[in-house]
């Protein structure tokens, strides 16, 4: 096992737990978000920034993907806490300049936390770490620019460059990034999406033709009933609990499906509304079901099995527009109910109120994130979802739908724009005939496929669009040995992160603009365009000065790259896209499947919807041209005697591994990170204690353990037999291997872990919180069984 000094920026022993709360928002987030952004930014630019976020002449919020309503119905203030936590990240008047990197070295970085990284503030310059060197330095634009093309045409094949985004960045920049990678001969264009929604893609296409959701904001308001299945909307999407809200208000009735008993699904205070500052809020959960973890598919299953015991079924529905109907009822007759017991881990009597919430329901949506995505059998859930929506005929039809809610706030544009590494023919011959050359066919390298290239010297050049790919994919020791083995890495970045500093042989960080600032690139006003998670595109831009006369937009440095790299290689007007986005604009027009007439369309207020065949005319493109039942086999998540499974989860004060501030309020944790969430009975039967300090051990099929040291152990309430702990920290513990069959996600709400005394005492000193990855010949575990 490898050892490294210990991270000392977080003082984990200052680190207080208190009783989760009921609520979510009120006024206590209003007053957090605001004393953060004053702090950051001063009162001036607070007002200046947080009117502007999500107006229809603004710009959209950093945050997540939930939409904003139509531009009539907006609030003056119309963002939440962690949107104003979102954007003052970005809008922080703290800076990382040249004397910053000439006083840290970056063996000295490295021993820092991303919390203590991202705190820095916003780099402001071009950075390159020479062969070698113990330091970053400045280096310019165009000398930036002639090495990666240099390495670029130097490699054995165009196969050997990695090109990651993260779902922040634009329509315009991945519809350029996208172009020049495959210009450049390689489809290995992995996102973020492939450790988050890939699942939920991968399902959907699977069953309805199509791998987004079917249904806008006013489908959640005028619902009858929705299901938060996997989801902590108090937290990764809080404006969502103003949508249920409102639903609520209509008549609404919302089941929960959750480990967590999570503070926005129980109870919303409205800080927008008089009831919420002084009252008890609105209570949303009509019925919450703890599963355990990974118990989905049998829950929903079981609640589909019901439905068609009673026959609360759209048999017309059913008739015209699905397929595979009959394989699916002879499996559905056929349920283990032992197994559903011990895979949900529910009693019968909750399964079947559930089910008849359902069979009252004439309009259903259902919603889910990362609780349902990040697991082994995750596309088979996302399947069983479906079966139940079609069973009710709950798609394309108002108030009902297929509702997976998106992270990143443009990750679903990305991919829209061709950022895939397995897009479809259909857009690669579009690509072809608009630019005049032969896009390579063969699949591209996914996520954790590209760490495997990396770490086997199959892939010699990472770039990242964004993002901090080091700390957000799983098996850390891992992945960073693979960035480790590369010729060079490349991140065009705002702030500081761990993907600086654990580097190939060179590395360079390229500053890039944010959202919120005036992008005047070419010498004019520029905007940019986004899709949110229910496929409405709008424009966007920014009001402030950029942090840095030396930023470049995204769109400027990749278009600049192409021509350092390609030259006059294709006909692709490089110059002229990064001058005036609406060139990129007209291009997505004929390239890109519903966006004829793009400029115009995301001129108007409020920007347009694509389309989406199930949710316009319930038309299902997939190979038998109808919706398709899907049985998949009931399987029950088998964790060895004294093991727990252990989900990795945010906290209230992160955007990912974007650390705002050590205090998960509502789950009652302040001044620290390195908690781990049991059982109060599982806690006794291990032995320990409400706070004793333990070692995170992952058993894994193939005998290899992994070590994440030194978390504190807090009494909470879930299920018998599951834990959680934040990501990053506990990512060391994800394995590569382990990722959901069909699309390749990493199973990061499911890992088998035991609990250990601290190795080397109970001290912070020998600790590396990079974790460590050992195959001892003495104790193999068992794969996790499948049983059926
Ligand atoms: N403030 C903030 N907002 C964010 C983000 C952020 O980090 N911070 N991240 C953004 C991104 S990229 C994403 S993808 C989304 C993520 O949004 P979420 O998916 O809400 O994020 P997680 O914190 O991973 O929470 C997963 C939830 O699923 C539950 N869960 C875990 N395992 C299971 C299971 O087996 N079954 C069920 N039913 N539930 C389970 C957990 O208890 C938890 O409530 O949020 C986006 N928005
Ligand atoms: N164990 C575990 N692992 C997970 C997850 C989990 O639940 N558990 N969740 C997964 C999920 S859902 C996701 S989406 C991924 C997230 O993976 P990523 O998207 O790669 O990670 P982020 O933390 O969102 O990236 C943050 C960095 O993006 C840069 N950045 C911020 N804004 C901008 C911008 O406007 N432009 C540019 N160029 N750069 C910018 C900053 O430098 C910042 O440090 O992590 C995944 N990893
Ligand atoms: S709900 Fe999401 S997009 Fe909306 S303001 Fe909050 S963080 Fe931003
Ligand atoms: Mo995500």
Redesign the pocket.
């Known amino acids: 096992m490898s050892r490294r000094a210990p991270r000392h920026d977080i003082d984990e022993t200052r680190l207080e737990v208190e009783s989760p709360s009921t609520a979510a928002a009120g006024p206590k987030a209003v007053a957090i978000s605001m004393k953060l952004a004053v702090e950051q930014m001063g009162v001036r630019r607070t007002a200046q920034t947080l009117l502007r976020l999500n107006q229809a002449d603004g710009f959209d919020c950093q945050?997540?993907a939930w939409p904003d309503p139509d531009p009539s119905h907006r609030h003056t203030a119309e963002f939440c806490e962690?949107g104003a936590k979102a954007v003052t990240e970005e809008a922080t008047l703290r800076r990382v300049e040249r004397s910053f990197f000439a006083e840290h070295s970056i063996e000295d970085l490295r021993d820092k936390t991303d919390y203590w990284l991202g705190q820095q503030g916003r780099i402001t310059e071009p950075m390159v770490l020479r062969a070698g060197s113990t330091h970053y330095e400045p280096i310019a634009w165009d000398q930036a620019f002639e090495l990666m093309g240099g390495v670029l045409n130097g490699l054995a094949s165009p196969d050997e460059a990695v090109f990651y985004t993260s779902?922040k960045v634009s329509n315009e920049a991945a519809f350029v990034y996208q172009l020049f990678a495959r210009a450049f001969g390689t489809n290995n264009l992995p996102d973020?999406s492939n450790m988050?929604?890939e699942s939920s893609g991968t399902g959907l296409t699977e069953s309805i033709g199509i791998g987004k959701g079917s249904v806008s904001l006013e489908d959640i308001h005028d619902a009858q009933l929705i299901v938060v299945?996997?989801?902590?909307?108090g937290?990764?999407?809080p404006r969502m609990l103003s949508a249920l809200e409102i639903a609520k208000q209509r008549g609404a009735r919302i089941i929960s499906?959750?480990?967590?008993r999570?503070a926005g699904l129980v109870r919303f205070k409205n800080p927008q509304k008089v009831r919420g500052v002084v009252g008890r809020g609105t209570g949303l959960s009509d019925l919450h079901l703890p599963?355990r973890?990974?118990?989905?598919l049998a829950l929903f299953q079981a609640i589909g099995s019901l439905l068609l015991e009673w026959d609360a079924l759209d048999h017309d529905f059913i008739a015209e527009h699905t397929h595979g109907f009959e394989e699916w009822a002879v499996a559905a007759r056929g349920l283990d109910w032992d197994a559903v017991r011990r895979a949900t881990g529910l009693e019968r009597a909750e399964i079947e109120a559930a089910a008849r919430m359902f069979a009252d329901s004439d309009a259903t949506v259902v919603c889910w994130?990362?609780?349902?995505t990040q697991?082994r059998n995750a596309v088979a859930t996302v399947k069983e979802i479906v079966n139940l929506v079609l069973l009710q005929g709950n798609i394309g039809k108002p108030g009902a739908g297929v509702c997976p809610v998106?992270?990143?706030s443009n990750?679903q544009g990305d991919r829209t724009m061709g950022i895939w590494e397995r897009v479809p023919d259909h857009f690669l011959d579009a690509l072809r005939d608009e630019f005049g050359f032969e896009p390579p066919r063969d699949h591209g390298f996914d996520t954790v496929k590209s760490i495997e290239a990396l770490r086997d010297g199959k892939a010699k050049v990472f770039l990242g669009l964004g993002g901090n790919f080091v700390s957000a994919a799983p098996d850390t020791e891992v992945t960073e040995q693979a960035f480790r083995n590369a010729d060079l890495t490349v991140h065009v970045s705002t702030k500081l992160n761990r993907s600086h500093v654990v580097t190939g042989r060179e590395a360079l960080i390229l500053p890039a603009m944010g959202r919120s600032e005036r992008d005047l690139t070419g010498g004019r006003l520029q905007r940019v365009t986004v899709e949110d998670s229910m496929s409405a595109v709008h424009a966007s831009h920014g009001p402030l000065k950029p942090a840095s006369p030396h930023l470049r937009s995204e769109v400027d440095i990749v278009c600049s790259l192409a021509i350092a790299t390609l030259g006059a290689r294709h006909a692709i007007p490089w110059d002229s896209f990064r001058s005036d986005y609406t060139e990129i604009r007209h291009r997505i027009a004929r390239v890109v499947p519903g966006c004829a007439a793009y400029d115009e369309k995301v001129s108007r207020p409020g920007g347009f919807v694509l389309p989406h065949p199930p949710r316009d005319s319930r038309t299902f493109t997939t190979p038998v041209g109808k919706a398709v039942f899907t049985v998949s086999p009931l399987d029950v998540l088998h964790v060895p005697e004294g093991r727990l499974l252990l989900?990795t989860?945010?906290s209230h004060d992160?955007?990912?591994t974007t650390i705002y501030g050590l205090d998960d309020r509502y789950r009652g944790i302040h001044d620290g990170r390195r908690v781990v969430f049991v059982h109060p009975d599982d806690i006794a039967a291990l032995g320990l204690e409400d706070g004793s300090m333990v070692d995170l051990v992952s058993e894994w099929s193939d005998g290899s353990e992994r070590r994440a040291p030194l978390f504190r152990v807090v009494p909470y309430d879930q299920p018998r037999g599951c834990a959680?702990a934040y990501y990053p920290e506990t990512n060391p513990l994800v394995p590569l291997g382990s990722t959901a069959v069909g699309s390749n996600c990493p199973t990061s709400?499911?890992v088998v872990v035991r609990l250990e005394a601290p190795q080397g005492g109970r001290g912070l000193t020998e600790a590396s919180d990079a974790g460590a990855v050992s195959t001892p010949d003495h104790k193999r575990t068992p794969e996790p069984e499948h049983l059926s």
């Open positions: 945050g997540c962690n779902g973020c988050c929604h299945a996997g989801q902590n909307p937290t990764n999407h499906v959750n480990p967590l999570e599963v973890i990974n118990g989905d994130a990362m609780g349902i697991h998106r992270g990143h990750v989900q989860l945010r992160q955007f990912n959680a709400k499911s």
